[in-house]
C-alpha cells in the first residue's frame, strides 16, 4: 500500500551522475532562476536555503503560485489519494482535526491541532480520543463542518468497493475486524453507523480504539481522515471537484492536463491556525515532456515541480550550472533496496544473503542510483534518518566504507554451504532506470564471487502481481528484488512494519518481499505500536531493525535524495519531513 507514494522517477546513468557530483562541489552558488526573463521575481536564497530550514520568509499575500509536473495525482478525493504530493497539496481544500507541523525538516513530524482545539483528551488506557472542534469551521458555501461530517468523510474510507486505492490505517486500527461496510451500505438513517466513533454533538468526535496506538494521530493526519459533506459526496466521481473546507476551492480540473484553485471567501482564518493561505490562485500545468518541464521551470515560467521527484540529469546540470542559488538537495524519506525473499534458495540460509551483502559494491550502487546528492548516502539498515529509531552510526556490515568485502563473502559463501556460489535471479522493474543500474552494478559485484545473477526486467506497472505475488517470486526463482519504500508517516509501524511483519505478508500486493516472519520480531511491534511516548517507541522500533538488518533480510542501497527546483518567487519555503523531503506547500507563497 505504502508503495503508492513513490510516484515515478526519471532515470540516471551512472556516467551523469558523477557529472552532478562535480558540479555539487565546484559550482558556486548563484543564479537567479529565470530573472533574465523577468518572471523569476524576487532574489534566489541559496544552494539548500529551503532544505530543513525556511527560506525567504514573507507573509505578504496575493499572487498565482504556479506548479508543474509530469504525474497527475491517482486521485484528488481525500479518501482514496495516495501519492505523496498529493496529501501534501491537499492541504489546499481539505482540512483534519489534527495536521503535520508547518516546520521545517524533523519538526514536521509532529502533530498539532488543526479543526480541533487541541491534538485530543486521551484516556488512561490509551484507547479513547476525544477532540472538540474549532469554532468558525466552514464548507465553501458557509454552511458550519460538524463531526457527524468528519466521521462520515473517515467512514468512506471502509468504501473499498466504490473508492478504493487510498491508505486504510484507520480502517485497520478502528475497525480490525472489519465489521463495518462502510457508508454506501450503512443501513442506519444517518449513514454513520461506525461504532468506533461517537458523535454526541456537533463540536464533538469521540474515536475508540480496540488497542492502543501510539501514531494514531499520524493517522488522523492524513487526508483520509477529512470531512466530507454527505450531500455533496458524489462517490467515484468526488476526486473531479472535492468541496472545500480549506482556504482554497476548485475552479476547473482538466486529467492530465492541469487544475486551477481560488480563494475559498467562506474560509475563517481565525479558526485555522496552521495554514497562511497567502497565494490568490494556485494552479497545476501537467505535461508529458519531463526535460520540457525542467526548462520551464529554470526559465521562471513555473515555481515548483508538484511531484518533487528530482529534476532528470539535463536539467540538473543546468540548474547547478546557472541557477544553483534555486536548488534544493534534501533526503526523501524512502530507502532503496534489495530483498531476500526466503522462499527462493538458498536465500532461506542467512549466510548466503550475508554473501550478497559483503559482495556487493556499496559504492557503485551508490553511484547508479545518482551518486550522493542526486542518488542519497549509502544506507546501512532498513531505519532512515526521518523515523525515529535510526542510528547513524549503525553499520553491522560495515557497509559504508563503500568497499566490496570480498573474504568475507567467501567466508560466507562456505558457512552456507555454497563455497563455488550459486545461480540467481535479479528482479527489477523496466521503467526504473536506477534500478536497472543497481541491479547492473550487483550483479557485476556477485559474479566476483562467484554468485551467477541474471536479471529480469518485469513490467513495473504490474509490481504488485509480480515480485508482490509470493507464489510468482518462488515461481520465478527471483532470489533478489529491487524496490523502494517510504513511510505514510515517518515512524516503525509507517515504515519498518509492512516490510518485516509476517502478519503483513499478502497474496498479493504484498510489501514483505522477504517473506519474514519472525515471532519476537512480530512482538517487538506490537510492543513499540502500543507505547505512545515516540521516543519509547522509537527504541524499540531500533531492537526490531536490528534484527531485521543482522538477520540480513535487505541490503540497503541509499538512504535517497533529490535535486529539487524553487522559483526566486517563492517565499516561505523549506522542505519537511512528514512530507517525505517535499516542500511545505500550504505555507508558500509568492513575490508578484
Given at each position: 500500500?505504502?508503495?503508492?507514494?513513490?510516484?515515478?522517477?526519471?532515470?540516471?546513468?551512472?556516467?551523469?551522475?558523477?557529472?552532478?557530483?562535480?558540479?555539487?562541489?565546484?559550482?558556486?552558488?548563484?543564479?537567479?532562476?529565470?530573472?533574465?526573463?523577468?518572471?523569476?521575481?524576487?532574489?534566489?536564497?541559496?544552494?539548500?536555503?529551503?532544505?530543513?530550514?525556511?527560506?525567504?520568509?514573507?507573509?505578504?499575500?496575493?499572487?498565482?503560485?504556479?506548479?508543474?509536473?509530469?504525474?497527475?495525482?491517482?486521485?484528488?478525493?481525500?479518501?482514496?489519494?495516495?501519492?505523496?504530493?498529493?496529501?501534501?497539496?491537499?492541504?489546499?481544500?481539505?482540512?483534519?482535526?489534527v495536521t503535520p507541523k508547518p516546520a521545517p525538516g524533523p519538526e514536521s513530524s509532529t502533530v498539532v491541532a488543526d479543526m480541533a482545539t487541541d491534538t485530543g483528551q486521551v484516556s488512561a488506557d490509551k484507547k479513547t480520543y476525544t477532540f472538540k472542534l474549532r469554532d468558525g469551521l466552514t464548507w465553501e458555501d458557509g454552511q458550519p463542518i460538524t463531526a457527524q461530517q468528519i466521521k462520515y468523510g473517515i467512514e468512506r474510507t471502509w468504501a473499498q468497493d466504490k473508492i478504493s486505492g487510498g491508505p486504510t490505517w484507520l480502517m485497520q486500527v478502528l475497525d480490525p475486524d472489519k465489521q463495518y461496510k462502510g457508508p454506501y451500505k450503512d443501513e442506519s438513517k444517518d449513514k454513520l453507523g461506525l461504532k468506533a466513533i461517537e458523535t454526541p454533538d456537533e463540536k464533538t468526535i469521540i474515536f475508540k480504539l480496540p488497542k492502543p496506538n501510539g501514531d494514531f494521530l499520524q493517522m488522523l493526519a492524513i487526508p483520509a481522515a477529512a470531512p466530507v459533506r454527505p450531500d455533496k459526496d458524489t462517490v467515484e466521481r468526488y476526486g473531479q471537484k472535492p468541496f472545500s473546507s480549506g482556504p482554497y476551492k476548485w475552479v476547473s480540473y482538466e486529467p492530465n492536463k492541469g487544475l486551477e484553485l481560488v480563494r475559498n471567501d467562506k474560509w475563517n482564518r481565525d479558526s485555522d491556525p496552521v495554514r497562511k493561505a497567502l497565494p490568490d490562485k494556485i494552479t497545476v500545468k501537467l505535461t508529458t515532456n519531463a526535460d520540457d518541464m525542467d526548462n520551464r521551470l529554470i526559465a521562471g515560467d513555473y515555481d515548483l515541480d508538484i511531484n518533487a521527484t528530482g529534476m532528470g540529469s539535463a536539467g540538473r546540470q543546468k540548474a547547478l550550472q546557472?541557477?544553483?542559488?534555486?536548488?534544493?538537495?534534501?533526503?526523501?524519506?524512502?530507502?532503496?533496496?534489495?530483498?531476500?525473499?526466503?522462499?527462493?534458495?538458498?536465500?532461506?540460509?542467512?549466510?548466503?544473503?550475508?554473501?550478497?551483502?559483503?559482495?556487493?559494491?556499496?559504492?557503485?550502487?551508490?553511484?547508479?542510483?545518482?551518486?550522493?546528492?542526486?542518488?542519497?548516502?549509502?544506507?546501512?539498515?532498513?531505519?532512515?534518518?526521518?523515523?525515529?529509531?535510526?542510528?547513524?552510526?549503525?553499520?553491522?556490515?560495515?557497509?559504508?566504507?563503500?568497499?566490496?568485502?570480498?573474504?568475507?563473502a567467501r567466508e560466507?559463501?562456505?558457512?552456507?554451504?555454497?563455497?563455488?556460489?550459486?545461480?540467481?535471479?535479479?528482479?527489477?522493474?523496466?521503467?526504473?532506470?536506477?534500478?536497472?543500474?543497481?541491479?547492473?552494478?550487483?550483479?557485476?559485484?556477485?559474479?566476483?564471487?562467484?554468485?551467477?545473477?541474471?536479471?529480469?526486467?518485469?513490467?513495473?506497472?504490474?509490481?504488485?502481481?509480480?515480485?508482490?505475488?509470493?507464489?510468482?517470486?518462488?515461481?520465478?526463482?527471483?532470489?533478489?528484488?529491487?524496490?523502494?519504500?517510504?513511510?505514510?508517516?515517518?515512524?516503525?509501524?509507517?515504515f519498518l512494519q509492512p516490510l518485516a511483519d509476517g502478519r503483513f505478508i499478502q497474496e498479493s500486493g504484498n510489501n514483505n518481499y522477504t517473506e519474514l516472519n519472525d515471532p519476537e520480531i512480530n512482538k517487538l511491534f506490537d510492543q513499540a505500536i502500543a507505547e505512545t511516548d515516540p521516543e519509547k517507541a522509537g527504541k524499540i522500533f531500533q531492537e526490531a531493525n536490528k534484527k531485521i538488518t543482522e538477520g540480513a533480510w535487505y541490503l540497503p542501497f541509499t538512504y535517497e535524495k533529490n535535486i529539487i527546483w524553487r522559483s526566486s518567487r517563492l517565499t516561505n519555503v523549506y522542505t519537511a519531513d512528514s512530507y517525505n523531503g517535499r516542500y511545505d506547500y500550504a505555507s508558500l507563497g509568492v513575490v508578484k
Open positions: 500500500m505504502l508503495t503508492h507514494r513513490s510516484t515515478s522517477r526519471r532515470g540516471l546513468a551512472a556516467g551523469a551522475a558523477l557529472v552532478v557530483a562535480a558540479l555539487l562541489s565546484t559550482t558556486a552558488c548563484g543564479g537567479g532562476g529565470g530573472d533574465k526573463n523577468g518572471k523569476g521575481g524576487g532574489k534566489a536564497a541559496g544552494f539548500n536555503a529551503g532544505f530543513n530550514k525556511l527560506a525567504n520568509p514573507s507573509d505578504k499575500k496575493g499572487g498565482e503560485l504556479k506548479f508543474i509536473g509530469t504525474q497527475d495525482a491517482d486521485s484528488w478525493d481525500p479518501q482514496r489519494g495516495y501519492y505523496g504530493f498529493m496529501w501534501d497539496f491537499a492541504r489546499y481544500y481539505t482540512r483534519t482535526l546557472s541557477a544553483k542559488a534555486n536548488v534544493d538537495n534534501p533526503q526523501t524519506g524512502f530507502i532503496r533496496y534489495a530483498a531476500f525473499p526466503k522462499s527462493v534458495a538458498p536465500f532461506d540460509n542467512e549466510h548466503c544473503r550475508k554473501a550478497v551483502i559483503h559482495a556487493a559494491d556499496h559504492t557503485s550502487l551508490q553511484t547508479a542510483r545518482g551518486g550522493p546528492e542526486a542518488g542519497g548516502d549509502i544506507g546501512t539498515s532498513m531505519l532512515p534518518p526521518a523515523v525515529k529509531g535510526h542510528d547513524p552510526g549503525y553499520d553491522p556490515f560495515r557497509i559504508k566504507q563503500g568497499k566490496p568485502d570480498e573474504a568475507k560466507e559463501l562456505k558457512a552456507c554451504g555454497k563455497p563455488d556460489g550459486f545461480k540467481t535471479t535479479i528482479a527489477v522493474r523496466n521503467n526504473k532506470q536506477p534500478e536497472i543500474a543497481t541491479a547492473e552494478s550487483l550483479q557485476a559485484a556477485l559474479k566476483k564471487v562467484g554468485i551467477e545473477a541474471q536479471i529480469d526486467q518485469y513490467d513495473g506497472a504490474q509490481a504488485a502481481g509480480i515480485v508482490g505475488a509470493p507464489k510468482n517470486v518462488k515461481a520465478k526463482g527471483y532470489g533478489i528484488i529491487i524496490f523502494g519504500w517510504g513511510a505514510d508517516f515517518p515512524s516503525g509501524q509507517g
